[in-house]
């Protein structure tokens, strides 16, 4: 049987990647630009912002105090810069190399961070943690012919945006000590400042007066709210999987979103994966058994 922290995580990949695949229609209907996807990321964070608030107060949950508010803050800011990297590593090419790096550490880091915390877990479990490394490589560095060789610098992005990530799921971790939509409001708040002001600050130094708009089309906005479902929804399972078990498994079963992303295009797009991305989903079914068993 599967444990509760797992299949907690487990749906939290498929709510991410069902996050993310609405954040990239989102982003193609703001232009492709990463000024474009970032409003579309503060579109999805302010509507989160305001449903998270109204549960809260309805809910008469105590707002988070001391450590628990720092790490909600720090989850906020590690969220919002390092998705502003991690877009800006995929504008310049070499998608596949740049989100399987970023992936790879998102999971590696708070792995790290439990086992320093928590002790090693069982050989079954680490070779199931090797094994979904594989499977994220895989499924997130699928075949692109069109794809242009990574740059030192935009390597540099993801594996900065990586590290981000993984500090992310930490933060989240620690915050959710103090509950779960009180840290995940003042979490949003936070990157919903920071990220405004970048991209005011994108918008006023920008030469083209395309790349100047602030405000989105409709259907972009329409994307950016089903964004804040998936990304919320599945963050505040994350962290309910942090409080029910072991980290490092919550963030390298959550870190397998990008197949559930590859599978909605599939569906909807009718992009169909490739034979490298199936081989991974396949060993990535394999990696949680080995890891829940």
């Not at 002790?119 to 499977?135: E, K, Q």
């Not at 030469?207 to 919320?232: H, Q, S, V, Y």
């Not at 505040?236 to 909605?264: C, E, H, K, N, Q």
Request: charged residues 10%; glycine residues 12%; positive net charge.
């Amino acid at each position: 049987m599967l444990q509760a922290n797992a299949l907690l995580a487990l749906a939290a990949a498929v709510l991410w990647g069902g996050g993310d695949f609405a954040g990239g229609m989102g982003a193609k209907h703001s232009g492709s630009s990463v000024p474009g996807a970032l409003r579309v990321v503060m579109t999805s964070h302010a509507s989160s912002l305001l449903v998270l608030t109204i549960i809260g107060l309805l809910r008469g949950d105590a707002l988070p105090h001391g450590a628990a508010l720092g790490w909600s803050i720090l989850s906020g800011a590690m969220g919002c810069l390092s998705v502003t990297m991690f877009y800006i590593a995929l504008s310049r090419g070499a998608m596949g190399a740049s989100a399987a790096v970023s992936g790879l550490l998102a999971a590696a880091i708070p792995s790290t961070v439990a086992i320093a915390h928590d002790g090693r877990p069982g050989w079954m479990t680490l070779v199931g943690f090797v094994i979904a490394g594989s499977a994220i490589w895989l499924i997130a560095a699928g075949e692109n012919p069109e794809a242009t060789p990574a740059s030192a610098g935009t390597m540099w992005l993801a594996v900065a945006s990586g590290a981000g990530f993984g500090i992310y799921f930490v933060a989240l971790k620690y915050a959710a000590a103090a509950g779960l939509v009180w840290p995940m409001a003042t979490a949003r708040l936070t990157s919903v400042l920071l990220g405004s002001t970048m991209v005011l600050g994108m918008a006023l130094t920008a030469k083209d007066r395309g790349m100047r708009k602030i405000w989105l089309p409709k259907k972009a906005i329409l994307w950016g709210l089903a964004t804040a479902f998936g990304d919320t929804t599945g963050n505040l399972l994350f962290m309910a999987a942090t409080r029910a078990g072991r980290l490092d498994v919550a963030s390298v079963l959550a870190s397998l979103y990008p197949a559930s992303t590859i599978l909605l295009a599939a569906w909807t797009l009718h992009e169909r994966p490739t034979r490298r991305q199936g081989i991974g989903m396949a060993i990535a079914a394999v990696a949680v058994i080995m890891i829940t068993l």
